[in-house]
């Protein structure tokens, strides 16, 4: 069965960073794409970024380029967000997702599985 | 960068209805559109991927159309278990980006 474990979230002031992880097991990680999307309560959902197999092609979304990174230990399964400058849009429920099916620099498919979220609280 | 527009963001329809949300997308996007459906509290949960394609486990009265620039989620007969919010997304290899949502409720 797919797990996805989001942690790391929390209270952090304006202008400071936050690590976001999330832990995957149930399928062979190395296999697929993995992406963060966030969702501030009551909202609708926000792709943040997203990451192939292994790791030759990242994107992000315009309001965090140049603020997050995203990367992944395929060797532990798991996947990261850091999150610097952050500011009270930023504010969210962090959600990991498991992508697309790679083949060579490719992944097709839909965000099949969802963690429970990670929640991040930007305020002073 | 592409932008996906859902329509309506609102709507409100019986148990037994027919009902249909579209999303338009900005540029072409060929068929890399998928649906999700999202409940209260809940993550989202992929109903269709590449336009028309029904996800495993998904009940057959979803159904997906559409491609290039406009795309439709088709509930055939609205269940009570239905009433949550829709959203669609373009996706390839490292990207995505979601539409606004459509919110289904209870007439």
């Known amino acids: 069965e797919v797990h996805l474990v989001e942690s790391g979230g929390g209270l952090v002031q304006p202008g400071r960073s936050l690590r976001l992880s999330c832990v995957a097991s149930g399928f062979t990680f190395d296999d697929y794409a993995m992406h963060w999307v966030r969702q501030v309560p009551g909202k609708g959902l926000e792709w943040v970024s997203g990451i192939s197999w292994n790791s030759a092609r990242i994107g992000y979304a315009d309001s965090v380029k140049g603020r997050f990174t995203i990367s992944r230990d395929n060797a532990k399964n798991s996947l990261h967000l850091q999150m610097n400058s952050l500011g009270p849009d930023d504010m969210a429920l962090y959600y990991c997702?498991?992508?697309?099916?790679?083949?060579?620099?490719?992944?097709?498919?839909?965000?099949?599985?969802w963690g429970q979220g990670a929640l991040v609280i930007v305020s002073s | 960068d592409i932008q996906l527009t859902q329509s309506p963001s609102f709507l409100s329809a019986a148990v037994g209805d027919r009902v249909t949300i579209t999303c338009r997308a900005s540029q072409g996007i060929s068929s890399f559109l998928a649906w999700y459906q999202q409940k209260p509290g809940k993550a989202p949960n992929v109903l269709i991927y590449?336009?028309?394609n029904l996800q495993s486990g998904v009940p057959s009265r979803f159904s997906g159309s559409g491609s290039g620039t406009e795309f439709t989620l088709t509930i055939s007969s609205l269940q009570p278990e239905d009433f949550a919010t829709y959203y669609c997304?373009?996706?390839?290899?490292?990207?995505?980006?979601f539409g606004g949502g459509t919110k289904v409720e209870i007439k």
């Open positions: 997702a498991r992508g697309g099916y790679c083949s060579g620099n490719s992944c097709f498919g839909p965000l099949d599985y």
């Open positions: 997304q373009h996706l390839n290899t490292y990207s995505g980006t």
């Open positions: 590449t336009a028309s």
